[in-house]
């Protein structure tokens, strides 16, 4: 008989029982002869030998894993028996898998491996099935039939039609591979019956399972039942308390014996709640005492009640309201910030004479980061002996985070206000909204609109948490919103506030805040001496100035954080090298200073020359101004997050057709304040000495330097009406005149914002004088008096007045003669 063999084209002959076929191993299915299976074949061997099947006789070998997890099967890992098969249908699907519909034939059993790289290919001895039915046969298959019914009717995995498609087998073996298909077994158990090869030894081998199996299902039976049994018990019990509550009040017996009422109550005496909240309590405690004890509903009613009793509706501190105490704690925490603090002093002196009525305004202290609005809230805190608490409402967008949740939800309670209330456990603590600018709106709701009802101080003292769903008075608390930026905030919360605006700090205020606050501090946290370190105030300057751009003090405190690590890490090397040589000296270990004993103190003199040991390179570029008077360049004034700063703004002409052309990373604002500019020079053409055709033959180009940063806003107007004229009059600009300004198609100059920190800039670079719309004096003003010496400001209105300042009346690089002509402030 010619035969297929793997490893050659030709044929082989070979006995008429052992066969060479391609074989595909299972994972959790045995698969017996007769049976119609179909299967899902993904792994790149099994796939390849059904390839090698499909294109000879589509018959093929199929055996099982012995451990169903190994990916990639050696011929150790799977049974020596399977199942000849033969492929009836087959199917690519998308995923690469192929579906397969084969029919098991004949048993196998393996002899020997032949392939095994690409695909398993065997050589095996098929046993054809002889079936021989006798007196002993027929009584085995009786007793399997009549146990194979009984689990049919045990067990909920099969079909009553099960038993029915046995009956009708008359052949023992095929019977007993139907009933074996159709168990819920390991794969293990169903190997054996495969491995089985006559039909007696088969169906004894399915005899034993059929009655391991029963057992199985009989204790199963008996322990639903004895589950059954104490689920019924609990319904009893449950009935029975029932009945017992309702004879009681039949008998008229107090409930109020039960200890959980008893505590409530108790808790609801000392409490001192107002009507409407006592009798909200003693009706949610009616309903508790009605519930069994450890339901669901029973949780949240206790819940619910403990919220009510642990809210402060009464307790308040006592406060101590003293002027000169309050303006001490606040110039104690904070240097500078003047008119802040005189702002908080009014607005508690206020407070003082309105006495127990409500607070008649919320103060929000808008600023840059770093500059002390949240620690302002704790000073006054502490200087009116009143608790604080903080709500941090930067990125919350749920309403429900304010008002709460209502019980209806599982897992709900109340909102952060009420949550801060109970931490505080007074009603007249003093409380931070912190990041109010940072709140956003999605489909849960806006809760800004959530925070009207707590910052109006004429409904607040009813304000209605979903939660509580009873009005709680706030009107004692003391609320004090912060944000980085006014704009974000909307219009209707703004309109309940009162905004204090904190500006950026002089390099003066830094130099004193460091030296006052920052480096104790940051020397005591490093576990270092007063004297451990020494700095001149010119180095604390060149870290101001070169280490850090800001508002705020933040990055400052974190540079003098790193001295102070940098010398508490020389100072642990050193102790160290000293112990070590002392040890090699005297064979022991230098002994530990007693309490009381001052360490030798190793000082740290940090100067300029060694200051980027410590901090390294230096961060920033100082600002200065150009180092020549220059056509087509002015000087301009900015403001920035991190404070001031200057900008010099350049021009240039081109020989072209009149295109303008802006860099700079500029925004739109800014681009329309260079065609206002443009504009404005067009327009004067006949002043400046231009001809008319001028514009039609020219390309002008303005460009902003650091154009990698974004810029916008109106105020550079009169820099680029300035740098154009002096490219287009070919006269230098002075490079010791820095100004701001909006300006006009007509050449009108209009007040701009930042003027603080826009001076203050001007004035850090060494500008001798600066050009400020007329309107913005009553900003240059708030500038403290020692700048304002050291500062000649010209207010103007017209673009006019700011070039006869601005541009120079000789050459390039000569200084002009006079000022006399400038008339300034």
């Given at each position: 008989?010619?035969?297929?063999?793997?490893?050659?084209?030709?044929?082989?002959?070979?006995?008429?029982?052992?066969?060479?076929?391609?074989?595909?191993?299972?994972?959790?299915?045995?698969?017996?002869?007769?049976?119609i299976?179909?299967?899902?074949?993904?792994?790149?061997?099994?796939?390849?030998?059904?390839?090698?099947?499909?294109?000879?006789?589509?018959?093929?070998?199929?055996?099982?894993?012995k451990?169903?997890?190994?990916?990639?099967?050696?011929p150790?890992?799977?049974?020596?028996?399977?199942?000849?098969?033969?492929?009836?249908?087959?199917?690519?699907?998308?995923d690469?898998t192929?579906?397969?519909?084969?029919?098991?034939?004949?048993?196998?059993?393996?002899?020997?491996?032949?392939?095994?790289?690409?695909?398993?290919?065997?050589r095996?001895e098929?046993?054809?099935?002889?079936?021989?039915?006798?007196i002993?046969?027929?009584?085995?298959?009786?007793?399997?039939?009549?146990?194979?019914?009984k689990?049919?009717?045990?067990?909920?995995?099969?079909?009553?039609e099960?038993y029915?498609t046995?009956?009708?087998?008359?052949?023992?073996?095929?019977?007993?591979?139907?009933?074996?298909?159709?168990?819920?077994?390991?794969?293990?158990?169903?190997?054996?019956?495969?491995?089985a090869?006559?039909?007696?030894?088969?169906?004894?081998?399915?005899?034993?399972?059929?009655?391991?199996?029963?057992?199985?299902?009989?204790v199963?039976?008996?322990?639903?039942?004895?589950?059954?049994?104490?689920?019924?018990?609990t319904?009893?019990e449950?009935?029975l308390?029932?009945?017992?509550?309702?004879?009681?009040?039949?008998?008229?017996?107090?409930?109020?014996?039960?200890?959980?009422?008893?505590?409530?109550?108790?808790?609801?005496?000392?409490?001192?709640?107002?009507?409407?909240?006592?009798?909200?309590?003693e009706?949610?405690?009616?309903?508790?005492?009605?519930m069994?004890?450890?339901?669901?509903?029973?949780?949240?009613?206790?819940?619910y009640?403990?919220?009510?009793?642990?809210?402060?509706?009464?307790?308040?501190?006592k406060?101590n309201?003293?002027?000169e105490?309050?303006?001490?704690?606040?110039?104690?925490?904070?240097y500078?910030?003047?008119?802040?603090?005189?702002?908080?002093?009014?607005?508690?002196?206020?407070?003082?004479?309105?006495?127990?009525?409500?607070?008649?305004?919320?103060?929000?202290?808008?600023?840059?980061?770093?500059?002390?609005?949240?620690?302002?809230?704790?000073s006054?805190?502490?200087?009116?002996?009143?608790?604080?608490?903080?709500?941090?409402?930067?990125?919350?967008r749920?309403?429900?985070?304010i008002?709460?949740h209502?019980?209806?939800?599982?897992?709900?309670?109340?909102?952060?206000?009420?949550?801060?209330?109970?931490?505080?456990?007074t009603?007249?603590?003093?409380?931070?909204?912190d990041?109010?600018?940072?709140?956003?709106?999605?489909?849960?709701g806006?809760?800004?609109?959530?925070?009207?009802?707590?910052?109006?101080?004429?409904?607040n003292?009813?304000?209605?948490?979903?939660?509580?769903?009873?009005?709680?008075?706030?009107?004692g608390?003391?609320?004090?919103?912060?944000?980085n930026l006014?704009?974000?905030?909307?219009?209707?919360?703004?309109?309940?506030?009162?905004?204090?605006?904190?500006?950026?700090?002089?390099?003066?205020?830094?130099?004193?805040?460091?030296k006052?606050?920052?480096?104790?501090?940051q020397?005591?946290?490093?576990?270092?001496?007063?004297?451990?370190i020494?700095?001149?105030?010119?180095?604390?300057?060149?870290?101001?100035?070169?280490y850090t751009?800001?508002?705020?003090?933040?990055?400052?405190?974190?540079?003098?954080?790193?001295?102070?690590?940098?010398?508490?890490?020389?100072v642990?090397?050193?102790?160290?090298?000293?112990?070590?040589?002392?040890?090699?000296?005297?064979?022991?270990?230098?002994?530990?200073?007693?309490?009381?004993?001052?360490?030798?103190?190793?000082?740290?003199?940090?100067?300029?020359?060694?200051?980027?040991k410590?901090?390294?390179?230096?961060?920033?570029?100082?600002?200065?101004?150009?180092?020549?008077?220059?056509?087509?360049?002015?000087?301009?004034?900015?403001?920035?997050?991190?404070?001031g700063?200057?900008?010099?703004i350049?021009?240039?002409?081109m020989?072209?057709?009149?295109?303008?052309?802006?860099?700079g990373l500029?925004?739109?604002v800014?681009?329309?304040?260079?065609?206002?500019?443009?504009?404005?020079?067009?327009?004067?053409?006949?002043?400046?000495?231009?001809?008319?055709?001028?514009?039609?033959?020219?390309?002008?180009?303005l460009?902003?330097?650091?154009?990698?940063?974004?810029?916008?806003?109106?105020?550079?107007?009169?820099?680029?009406?300035?740098a154009l004229?002096?490219?287009?009059?070919?006269?230098?600009?002075d490079?010791?005149?820095?100004?701001?300004?909006?300006?006009?198609?007509r050449?009108?100059?209009?007040p701009v914002?930042?003027?603080?920190?826009?001076?203050?800039?001007?004035?850090?670079?060494?500008?001798?004088?600066?050009?400020l719309?007329?309107?913005n004096?009553?900003?240059?003003?708030?500038?403290?008096?020692?700048?304002?010496?050291?500062l000649?400001?010209?207010f103007?209105?017209?673009?006019?007045?700011?070039l006869?300042?601005?541009?120079?009346?000789?050459?390039p690089?000569?200084?002009?003669?006079?000022?006399?002509?400038?008339?300034?402030?």
């Amino acid at each position: 008989m010619a035969q297929y063999n793997p490893l050659s084209d030709e044929p082989v002959e070979m006995p008429g029982n052992v066969l060479n076929y391609p074989l595909v191993p299972l994972r959790d299915i045995v698969i017996y002869p007769h049976m119609i299976v179909p299967l899902f074949i993904g792994r790149g061997k099994s796939i390849k030998a059904l390839e090698e099947a499909m294109m000879d006789d589509r018959k093929i070998i199929v055996t099982a894993q012995k451990h169903p997890a190994i990916e990639d099967p050696e011929p150790d890992d799977l049974f020596d028996v399977g199942t000849l098969c033969e492929a009836l249908n087959i199917i690519k699907l998308p995923d690469g898998t192929i579906k397969v519909l084969i029919e098991g034939t004949h048993r196998v059993k393996i002899l020997e491996y032949l392939v095994t790289d690409d695909y398993f290919a065997v050589r095996c001895e098929r046993f054809d099935e002889i079936e021989t039915k006798t007196i002993e046969t027929e009584a085995m298959m009786r007793e399997a039939l009549s146990k194979f019914d009984k689990y049919v009717r045990a067990t909920r995995n099969l079909p009553p039609e099960a038993y029915t498609t046995a009956s009708t087998v008359e052949e023992p073996g095929r019977l007993a591979d139907l009933i074996g298909s159709q168990l819920v077994l390991k794969v293990e158990m169903k190997q054996r019956i495969l491995e089985a090869f006559t039909p007696q030894e088969r169906l004894m081998e399915l005899s034993a399972m059929l009655d391991e199996e029963l057992e199985i299902l009989d204790v199963q039976k008996k322990i639903q039942s004895q589950v059954k049994r104490q689920i019924e018990q609990t319904q009893k019990e449950y009935f029975l308390k029932e009945q017992l509550k309702a004879i009681h009040k039949e008998l008229g017996d107090s409930e109020e014996k039960n200890e959980e009422i008893l505590e409530i109550r108790e808790r609801l005496k000392k409490a001192k709640l107002p009507e409407h909240a006592k009798e909200k309590v003693e009706a949610e405690m009616k309903r508790l005492s009605k519930m069994p004890p450890g339901t669901a509903e029973a949780v949240v009613v206790r819940n619910y009640i403990d919220w009510v009793l642990d809210l402060p509706w009464t307790k308040s501190t006592k406060e101590n309201l003293v002027i000169e105490r309050v303006k001490k704690v606040l110039d104690e925490d904070h240097y500078g910030l003047d008119k802040v603090k005189e702002r908080i002093v009014e607005y508690l002196a206020v407070q003082k004479l309105r006495g127990e009525k409500k607070q008649s305004v919320i103060l929000c202290l808008v600023g840059p980061p770093g500059t002390g609005k949240t620690s302002l809230g704790k000073s006054i805190a502490r200087a009116l002996d009143r608790k604080y608490i903080r709500a941090s409402l930067g990125g919350v967008r749920d309403e429900a985070e304010i008002r709460g949740h209502r019980r209806t939800y599982i897992g709900s309670m109340p909102g952060r206000i009420l949550q801060q209330m109970k931490k505080a456990s007074t009603a007249n603590p003093v409380f931070l909204l912190d990041e109010v600018d940072k709140m956003s709106t999605d489909f849960r709701g806006d809760p800004s609109a959530a925070l009207l009802e707590v910052l109006d101080p004429e409904i607040n003292h009813e304000f209605v948490d979903h939660y509580l769903e009873i009005p709680y008075d706030l009107s004692g608390v003391m609320f004090i919103c912060t944000a980085n930026l006014a704009q974000p905030i909307p219009a209707p919360l703004l309109d309940r506030m009162e905004t204090i605006q904190m500006t950026s700090y002089t390099e003066e205020e830094k130099l004193n805040i460091a030296k006052i606050h920052l480096i104790p501090k940051q020397v005591e946290k490093h576990g270092l001496t007063p004297e451990a370190i020494s700095m001149s105030d010119g180095v604390l300057l060149e870290i101001i100035r070169r280490y850090t751009r800001e508002s705020g003090v933040r990055s400052l405190e974190r540079e003098i954080a790193q001295l102070c690590r940098k010398h508490a890490t020389c100072v642990v090397e050193t102790q160290q090298k000293e112990e070590m040589e002392e040890e090699k000296k005297t064979g022991k270990k230098k002994a530990k200073k007693k309490n009381g004993e001052k360490e030798e103190i190793i000082c740290a003199t940090i100067t300029r020359k060694n200051l980027s040991k410590y901090l390294g390179r230096p961060k920033y570029r100082y600002g200065h101004i150009a180092e020549k008077d220059e056509i087509g360049v002015a000087t301009g004034m900015a403001w920035t997050q991190a404070g001031g700063e200057i900008l010099n703004i350049e021009a240039t002409l081109m020989p072209g057709k009149g295109s303008l052309t802006l860099t700079g990373l500029l925004g739109d604002v800014m681009k329309e304040s260079a065609q206002a500019a443009l504009s404005y020079a067009r327009s004067r053409a006949d002043d400046f000495n231009l001809n008319k055709d001028f514009f039609q033959k020219t390309d002008i180009h303005l460009h902003v330097p650091e154009g990698a940063i974004p810029k916008d806003g109106p105020s550079a107007g009169v820099s680029l009406t300035t740098a154009l004229v002096s490219a287009l009059t070919k006269t230098p600009a002075d490079r010791n005149v820095a100004m701001t300004g909006e300006i006009t198609l007509r050449g009108k100059v209009l007040p701009v914002g930042g003027i603080k920190e826009k001076v203050l800039a001007a004035h850090r670079a060494g500008i001798e004088t600066v050009i400020l719309p007329e309107d913005n004096e009553k900003d240059y003003m708030e500038i403290q008096p020692h700048v304002r010496r050291q500062l000649k400001v010209i207010f103007v209105t017209k673009a006019e007045q700011v070039l006869e300042a601005a541009l120079l009346k000789q050459a390039p690089g000569k200084k002009k003669k006079s000022d006399a002509s400038k008339g300034g402030k």
